[in-house]
């Protein structure tokens, strides 16, 4: 039976002090970037149709030279294979977490 390994993401809502510091380092961009990323993607989600690719999450990334491989490879592991699954699987942990932006 093979092990499933949990989402680093997944563990966001347990998480304080030194433990929630070492989370926040370890992000392939900024804590703020994070953020603003998921705020572009509500909002060009907003009256289109996600096509089940990271269209809008790279177009962020490319416009505001982030690490497309850091944070892609990233939101994948984290359940966000394409646009629409970054706000459903990313965005309400994280915003549970650190507010609505």
């Known amino acids: 039976m093979p ?14 002090g030194e433990e929630l510091k070492a989370f926040i380092d370890s ?12 705020n572009y993607l509500e909002d060009e989600l907003f009256d289109k149709k996600c096509n089940h690719s990271l269209r809008y999450s790279m177009q962020y990334i490319m416009e505001n030279r982030l690490s497309f ?5 990233w939101l994948n592991d984290n359940g ?4 629409c699954k970054v706000m459903e699987q990313i965005a309400p942990i994280w915003r ?4 609505d932006d």
């Open 3 to 16: 092990i499933v390994r949990k989402r680093e993401i997944e563990n966001l809502e347990q998480l304080s």
């Open 96 to 99: 549970a977490k650190f507010g």
């Open 69 to 73: 491989p850091k944070i892609t490879g």
């Open 80 to 83: 966000g294979y394409c646009d």
């Open 27 to 38: 992000l392939p961009a900024g804590q703020e970037s994070i953020s603003e990323l998921l």
